[in-house]
């Protein structure tokens, strides 16, 4: 067995299990339809084409950062990993519409937790592509993204990724 109950692989390496923000199809990041993700320029992760317009806490943990437009946020897991939410492409155009934040800066919370409701067919009506990206910008303290293989995957109960992070001594 690689895990043990308490969250460290054999190695005694943090593990953090990223489990799916959103409903819907996993697609993968080189698919996205914006190079700043598909190219891995602000981190490595994965993205879902949402079935729903609810955002919910991918892990126990604390809201790091809301954009001020509703449509990304940073979590922070409680071993301190990063991971940008972002929902739909280009959405920042919008300036807010279709987006309602549930949380706030600072706020704990633990997985499934709402975060942002959204509506995709305003979204789509708008012309952007709901595809969500998820990543890590902090790769730095990552050693390895094992994918957990779902192409389906249900918000606040699938695994979505399991994230190996370094030892304290291996980050650059």
Known sequence: MLFSIFGRNKLGD???KIVAPMSGRVVDLA???DKVFSAKMVGDGVAIEP?????????DGLVKQVFPTGHALVMESKEGLSLLIHIGI????????GFKV??????AVKVGTPLVEFEMELIKDKGFPLVSPFVIPEMDLVDK????GL?????????L????????????
């Open 161 to 172: 990724i399991e994230v190996f992070l370094k030892r304290k001594d291996e980050h650059k």
């Open 14 to 16: 943090p593990v953090v």
């Open 145 to 148: 993204i094992k994918s957990s």
């Open 151 to 159: 192409k389906e995957v249900k918000k606040g109960q699938d695994v």
């Open 102 to 107: 549930l949380v706030s800066e600072g706020q």
């Open 51 to 59: 079935s729903e317009g609810l955002v919910v806490s991918p892990f």
């Open 31 to 33: 698919e996205v339809p």
């Open 90 to 97: 280009e959405t920042v155009n919008l300036k807010g519409e």
